[in-house]
Nanobody, 128 residues
């Protein structure tokens, strides 16, 4: 069992930066693949969109095309934390951002159904 808690969201102007954190608790965090997803406002029924993924040893990292070159995912195993550094933010990045964990036997996935544990989300609003 893994519990996840996101923090770091907020209101920022376009072109600005935010760093999201996802603190994990539970056993064997270092074995889990981690990801960030987001869900834009006004689309509660829409599946969450993948933003970035990172495997257990940070050797495999994936970014959605929409954030490539602007966002950086990283993990600190000692601190049981995953980060999402977001630079050059755009209004279209406005969303609730969720941290997710995939059990070791499942590995890295690119859809929300590939992940087993979720945080509650943190709101990011980018004003134009």
């Amino acid at each position: 069992q893994v519990q996840l808690e996101e923090s770091g969201g907020g209101l920022v102007q376009a072109g600005g930066s935010l760093r999201l954190s996802c603190a994990a608790s539970g056993r064997a965090f270092s074995d889990y693949a981690m990801a960030w997803f987001r869900q834009a406002p006004g689309n509660p029924g829409k599946e969450r969109d993948i933003v970035a993924t990172i495997n257990w040893n940070s050797a495999r990292i994936y970014y959605a095309d929409s954030v490539k070159g602007r966002f950086t995912i990283s993990r600190d195993t000692d601190k049981y934390t995953v980060y999402l550094q977001m630079n050059s933010l755009k209004p279209e990045d406005t969303a609730v951002y969720y941290c997710a964990a995939s059990m070791p036997q499942n590995g890295v996935g690119y859809g929300s159904s590939d992940y087993d544990y979720w945080g509650q989300g943190t709101q990011v609003i980018v004003s134009s």
